[in-house]
Structure formats: C-alpha cells, structure tokens
C-alpha cells in the first residue's frame, strides 16, 4: 500500500507504550515512530503516552478516543507468564478493552500487546523479543496507515 501522505498533515496519532519490560516495548514503539514517519507523517503529529503496564492501556485508549485528537491509537505491551496463571487474563481484558474503545469511539485501535508463550528472563528471550518487537512495532504502523487510507476511501465512497 502506498504511503498516506496526502492527509498526513492533519493526522493525529497516539502511540500508548506499557512500562513493564519497557527495554523490549520501546523497541516496539520506536520502530513504529521510524515506520509511520517513513510513512509521511511528521513527527509533531505523533504523541507517545506510557502507563505502567498492559492493563493500563485500554482506559487510556479510551481517554485519548473521547477526546477527539487522535485518527488512531496504537499500543504496545508485553504481558509475561509469570507462573500463575494470570497473563492469559490480562492479556485477555487488555484485548478485549482495546476493541471495545475502537467500537464505541469509532477510532481505530491497534495492538502490539504481545503475550509470548514461554518467556524468560535471560538473554536469549530477550534479545529475540526484542527484535521481534521491532518487527511487530513496523507491523503496526502499516497497520495504520493502511486503515486509515481504507477508512478514508471508505468514506469517499459512500458519501458519492
């Protein structure tokens, strides 16, 4: 797809990053920031927004789609098995609350909330991650540009 500068300039974008393994999630955010500016889209019309963890980014996707500023939000997020079971919730709610801002708000939403299965703390896993993040931070980007481009030539279309 084709880059989205033609509405760049009035584009708005949030990009909300998780604290927790924020060595890994930065990775994320940052390829995403490179991707959308490769993009066309200047860098004063990106805003980046960090909470602590995971959980924490759907009400505050909520909050930047009531307030009418953004075209789209984009999270990044790394939910880890911790041993007890709880990432799959977490990881659940999070997703679950991402769509339903997208929904009622009618902003689109995008997630690179990631829940790897087996993760661990050595260097390995986190050098993988890590690179993996940059990919998925891409991934989300073009993501949405292209909805975005979609949504406008959906727009066009049904108002001819």
């Known amino acids: 797809m084709g880059r ?10 949030a990009i909300i990053s998780a604290g927790w393994h924020a060595d890994i999630v ?32 759907p ?4 909050t930047l789609a009531a307030s009418g ?7 990044c997020g790394l939910v880890v098995d911790g041993g007890i079971y709880r990432h799959d919730f977490v990881a659940t709610a999070v997703i679950d609350g991402l769509m339903r ?7 689109p939403v995008f997630s ?6 087996h993760f661990h703390e050595h260097d390995e896993h986190r050098r993988y991650f890590s690179e993996h ?16 481009g979609a949504r ?9």
Do not use: N
């Open 112 to 117: 690179a909330v990631l829940t790897p299965h």
């Open 69 to 75: 500023r953004f075209d789209a939000i984009l999270a």
């Open 152 to 160: 406008l030539a959906l727009k066009d279309l049904l108002a001819a």
């Open 133 to 148: 993040f940059v990919k998925k931070g891409r991934e989300l980007a073009q993501a949405c540009m292209q909805t975005l």
């Open 59 to 62: 009400l505050h996707a909520q």
């Open 4 to 13: 989205f500068s033609a509405h760049a300039p009035s584009t708005r974008i």
């Open 101 to 107: 801002v997208q929904l009622d708000s009618g902003v």
């Open 26 to 57: 930065g990775q994320s955010r940052e390829a995403c920031l490179a991707e959308l500016q490769a993009h066309g889209l200047p860098p004063d019309r990106i805003e980046c927004f960090e909470v602590p963890g995971a959980f924490e980014i």
